[in-house]
């Protein structure tokens, strides 16, 4: 006979529900790996060889990628790319990790191409010495690389995505449901319905022949240069503001007021016009005293670090004190080969007149090699 129901609280009864939760978490986290001299790669590793990525970090454990322009088999010699993340050597020992891996082809926007992106199922044991690197032997056709607009100039670049599972956890809760949804803050969506609305703006801007008004409490909120220029004298007598800026082109003005009031870049950049845009806004980040732009922009042009940008970059960064943007410039230029080319791109010359030590050290480098 299966057990009776429960029978209903009475008034007589202390009527007790309790809860608890069994909770699976994840931590995720994506590198991209830029491949750039692509046709070089394939004549420096034939098939069956690679070469590492530097070493990242995601959920406490560092990894990199294995890449394998040719092919990691000679069943997999028709690919160009075999591709695999792997736990670093020091690493494989350690407490095992469970992750699922996701490798993308980007287009020229940044964006994953769907016909290009491969999944792995959930691996339990990331970190057996026989099996620690886990991706696609297969994984993108030479043919289908060459022929398609991804391969730009010689390069390429490939996202991973790794998800951690977390260990399980169990906790108690309160058995009450919960009454309110917060929602995210939306402040940033309504400070740029405020910017666009110019309603309430008591400040004019006249930029490049172009003109903006906005909200001097805005921008004396995110920017010190601001706060001075726009409490001061100039002000007195409760005249609205007239500002004229000549050093700045329109466009990245435009781009300025947006992250002030909504804490964020322009969404639609191909690559080219974010590493111009983000050169531009290094700059007036700097005149405005606003750190996180700087930063924001010093994060996104070391992607950026071409033979044909670098020198200008490295200026940039030397001009406007950008450690770890400098860092980055460095790290590219370590190759001799891509000194030299660097040393005849356009945009060298002006890296020598504006930074003539940092020149003389490289200079001296490139003849040392």
């Given at each position: 006979?299966?057990?009776?129901?429960?029978?209903?609280?009475?008034?007589?009864?202390?009527?007790?529900?309790?809860?608890?939760?069994?909770?699976?978490?994840?931590?995720?986290?994506?590198?991209?790996?830029?491949?750039?001299?692509?046709?070089?790669?394939?004549?420096?590793?034939?098939?069956?060889?690679?070469?590492?990525?530097?070493?990242?970090?995601?959920?406490?454990?560092?990894?990199?990628?294995?890449?394998?322009?040719?092919?990691?088999?000679?069943?997999?010699?028709?690919?160009?790319?075999?591709?695999?993340?792997?736990?670093?050597?020091?690493?494989?020992?350690?407490?095992?990790?469970?992750?699922?891996?996701?490798?993308?082809?980007?287009?020229?926007?940044?964006?994953?191409?769907?016909?290009?992106?491969?999944?792995?199922?959930?691996?339990?044991?990331?970190?057996?010495?026989?099996?620690?690197?886990?991706?696609?032997?297969?994984?993108?056709?030479?043919?289908?690389?060459?022929?398609?607009?991804?391969?730009?100039?010689?390069?390429?670049?490939?996202?991973?995505?790794?998800?951690?599972?977390?260990?399980?956890?169990?906790?108690?809760?309160?058995?009450?449901?919960?009454?309110?949804?917060?929602?995210?803050?939306?402040?940033?969506?309504?400070?740029?319905?405020?910017?666009?609305?110019?309603?309430?703006?008591?400040?004019?801007?006249?930029?490049?022949?172009?003109?903006?008004?906005?909200?001097?409490?805005?921008?004396?909120?995110?920017?010190?240069v601001f706060r001075a220029e726009l409490f001061g004298?100039?002000?007195?007598?409760?005249?609205?503001?007239?500002?004229?800026?000549?050093?700045?082109?329109?466009?990245?003005?435009?781009?300025?007021?947006?992250?002030?009031?909504?804490?964020?870049?322009?969404e639609d950049m191909t690559p080219e016009e974010e590493?111009?845009?983000?050169?531009?806004?290094?700059?007036?980040?700097?005149?405005?005293?606003?750190?996180?732009?700087?930063?924001?922009?010093?994060?996104?042009?070391?992607?950026?670090?071409?033979?044909?940008?670098?020198?200008?970059?490295?200026?940039?960064?030397?001009?406007?004190?950008?450690?770890?943007?400098?860092?980055?410039?460095?790290?590219?230029?370590?190759?001799?080969?891509?000194?030299?080319?660097?040393?005849?791109?356009?945009?060298?010359?002006?890296?020598?007149?504006?930074?003539?030590?940092?020149?003389?050290?490289?200079?001296?480098?490139?003849?040392?090699?």
């Amino acid at each position: 006979m299966p057990p009776l129901p429960a029978p209903p609280c009475t008034t007589a009864d202390v009527c007790t529900t309790t809860r608890s939760a069994i909770v699976a978490g994840t931590v995720t986290g994506h590198h991209l790996l830029d491949v750039e001299g692509y046709s070089r790669t394939k004549e420096l590793f034939p098939n069956g060889t690679y070469t590492n990525s530097l070493p990242f970090n995601v959920g406490g454990r560092s990894w990199h990628i294995s890449f394998y322009p040719n092919g990691r088999s000679p069943g997999s010699a028709d690919f160009v790319v075999s591709i695999f993340l792997g736990l670093e050597v020091d690493q494989i020992c350690a407490e095992p990790v469970a992750a699922w891996v996701q490798f993308s082809l980007l287009d020229r926007a940044g964006k994953p191409v769907p016909s290009h992106s491969r999944a792995t199922e959930l691996h339990a044991r990331f970190h057996s010495t026989d099996g620690f690197a886990f991706g696609f032997p297969h994984f993108i056709k030479r043919a289908d690389l060459e022929n398609s607009e991804h391969l730009k100039d010689d390069r390429f670049t490939i996202r991973c995505d790794i998800t951690i599972a977390k260990k399980l956890r169990k906790e108690r809760r309160r058995a009450s449901s919960r009454f309110v949804d917060v929602p995210p803050s939306d402040l940033y969506q309504h400070l740029g319905e405020l910017l666009a609305s110019k309603e309430g703006a008591d400040v004019t801007f006249h930029v490049a022949g172009e003109t903006f008004q906005a909200h001097r409490g805005v921008l004396a909120s995110r920017s010190p240069v601001f706060r001075a220029e726009l409490f001061g004298p100039m002000t007195e007598g409760g005249a609205a503001a007239v500002v004229e800026i000549d050093d700045m082109d329109g466009q990245a003005f435009r781009a300025l007021l947006g992250f002030v009031y909504t804490d964020a870049l322009p969404e639609d950049m191909t690559p080219e016009e974010e590493a111009v845009m983000c050169q531009h806004l290094l700059v007036a980040a700097d005149r405005y005293g606003m750190e996180r732009l700087k930063l924001v922009c010093e994060d996104r042009l070391c992607r950026h670090v071409t033979v044909g940008s670098a020198a200008t970059i490295l200026a940039l960064a030397e001009q406007h004190r950008c450690h770890g943007l400098k860092e980055a410039c460095f790290q590219f230029l370590e190759s001799p080969a891509v000194l030299h080319a660097v040393a005849a791109a356009e945009g060298f010359e002006h890296l020598a007149r504006s930074c003539p030590s940092l020149v003389k050290d490289l200079i001296f480098k490139i003849t040392d090699c």
